[in-house]
């Protein structure tokens, strides 16, 4: 994060609760509830991104971007 340039760089996560339901989806359920705790639990991602001062926004947000272009 320290060497992003101005602009627009994606960075996708599927976020999602651990739950049975979700794990019976099969083994590609692991990245998720990864990606998950990364997001909420992980406070050095936290830190980089806020002492890098970018912006998370989501697909929406991207999606207009893109448009805009």
Not at 16 to 34: F, H, K, N, Q, Y
Not at 37 to 57: P, W, Y
Request: aromatic fraction near 4%.
């Amino acid at each position: 994060m320290k060497n992003l340039q101005p602009g627009v760089t994606e960075i996708h996560v599927q976020p999602c609760i651990d739950t049975p339901e979700i794990r019976a989806l099969g083994p590609i359920a692991e990245g998720w509830v990864d990606d998950y705790e990364l997001m909420v639990n992980d406070r050095e991602l936290r830190e980089a991104i806020k002492e890098s001062r970018a912006t998370l926004i989501g697909f929406r947000e991207l999606r207009d971007l893109m448009r805009s272009s």
